[in-house]
């Protein structure tokens, strides 16, 4: 008897002890939900950035771009490496929400996943072995984009309930309203047991880890970073490994700079601050001269959109080409095609920039937001070279300017004060 009550007793305090420990690894994920499913898209956008087909397009298409040959760079290494450590940085700072959710988690690697995750980067150490190969990934992915489509429709009907019930008490008594009530509350119901909130803590933040290492693992592999998986193995496909890889980096420094590395060098657009500006005024230029006769509101608009230096050099410009009232057809015509030549690589960059930093303000603003654009900082205006980029919006004002006046004096309508910059 004394021997089955000290068993009973010892029982007893264990249970007590573990109870905690299992109650948190039933923890469910609940209100983070959405954080975590922004993570999870973030993560798939990523994964799927690296994939044989986006690199492919990377290597022949994406760094041949005219416009970005023109005012970027024409070096392939460096165009590699910035959209190397544009992807590396998305990764980072990935990692630092998933770590931060990490220490929410019962199982004590999940909780070392930030040290974890430093050493995979220095070193290659996988002792989880977290990195998954190809067809795990896969498979992940898919478990991932179904969590991401169940909360988005989580997240819409909680919003349509949340509007519903607000408008309840302006028609109390309305049985329309409450039947509306009572069904949106059945359908966030069944969601939340159907979704990604009714899901593990754990297991949702195991995908996000084993992704992370994955994503990194593929990274290092396809830009030809050492120290992570051999080159012949069935994880990579051979077809996007480049055949000379570039010189080794120092171990670690592929997440720790990163940030520095996508960072504007000073002669650049980006580094004046001034990418999403000059974006916009490149593409007003663009939509006037499709447009099938001048408009002083738009010529105001731009003249606004300028700054003083632009200004400066646009007056400069225009006294080589002339204030009198132009006659000239075929110098309107030569204008017409020099301005549709630099249209066509410059407009392209200045379309990226604005999906580009969009996509990132939006991202920014919204928690859990999905970038849905494939467009990296080199087709941007980010690393473009100012001094090319401003010549070529000096050429565009002046031309379009000297088309506008042509065209007014064709019509009889032409005033110097209103049709010159």
């Keep these: 008897m004394m021997a089955l009550e000290s068993w009973l007793t010892k029982f007893k305090s264990a249970a007590v002890v573990n109870l ?44 041949t771009l005219p416009g970005v040959r023109k005012l970027v760079s024409d070096d392939d290494a460096f165009l590699l490496a910035l959209a190397c450590a544009e992807l590396t940085d998305g990764l980072r700072s990935a990692v630092a929400s998933i770590s931060a959710l990490c220490r929410r988690c019962t199982d004590p690697a999940l909780r070392q996943f930030c040290c974890l995750f430093k050493e995979f980067g220095d070193s290659g150490g ?26 988005a429709a989580l997240y819409k009907e909680m919003d349509e309930l949340a509007e519903a019930e607000r408008g309840l008490g302006k ?48 990274i290092k592999q396809v830009f030809g970073i050492p120290q992570i998986i051999p080159y012949n193995s069935s994880f990579i496909s051979a077809t996007v490994h480049p055949e000379t890889p570039p010189p080794a980096t120092t171990p670690g420094s592929i997440i ?33 001269m499709q447009a ?42 030569e204008w017409r095609a020099a ?23 939006y991202e920014r603003r919204s928690a859990g937001a999905v970038i849905r654009e494939n467009v990296l900082v ?6 473009a070279n100012m001094e090319k980029v401003e010549a070529a919006i000096v050429e565009l004002l002046v031309g379009i300017n000297y088309v506008w006046r042509f065209e007014m004096e064709v019509s009889g309508k032409y005033l110097k004060q209103d049709y010159e910059l």
């Excluded at 080199?378 to 690393?383: A, E, G, I, M, V």
Aim: glycine share 6%.
């Design 378 to 383: 080199l087709q941007t205006l980010y690393f």
């Design 20 to 63: 905690p420990d299992f109650l948190h690894r039933k923890a469910k994920v609940s209100i983070l939900a959405f954080e975590i499913a922004g993570l999870m898209s973030k993560i798939l956008h990523l994964w799927r950035s690296l994939s044989d087909d986006s690199l492919v397009r990377l290597r022949n298409e994406t760094i």
């Design 126 to 151: 996988d002792p989880h072995r977290w990195v998954m190969t190809w067809k795990e990934m896969d498979a992940k992915a898919k478990k991932m984009d179904g969590y991401v489509a169940s909360a």
């Design 256 to 288: 720790t700079t990163s940030t520095a590395a996508i960072t504007p060098p000073p002669t650049t657009v980006g580094a004046a601050s001034l990418a999403p500006h000059y974006a916009k005024l490149i593409v007003v230029v663009e939509r006037m």
């Design 339 to 361: 301005m549709k030549e630099i249209m066509e690589w410059l407009g392209p960059v200045a379309h990226g920039t604005l999906r580009w930093h969009g996509e990132r303000s």
């Design 292 to 333: 099938p006769r001048a408009r002083t509101d738009v010529r105001d608009e731009m003249y606004g959109m300028m700054t003083a230096r632009l200004r400066a050099m646009v007056r400069s410009r225009l006294i080589g080409v002339g204030r009198g009232p132009p006659r000239d057809g075929g110098l309107a015509s």
């Design 171 to 218: 028609v109390l008594g309305a049985e329309g309203p409450q039947q509306l009530i009572f069904w949106k509350r059945k359908e966030v119901k069944y969601l939340k047991q159907s979704s990604l909130w009714s899901a593990s803590f754990d297991s949702a933040i195991s995908l996000l880890v084993c992704s992370s290492f994955t994503i990194l693992a593929r």
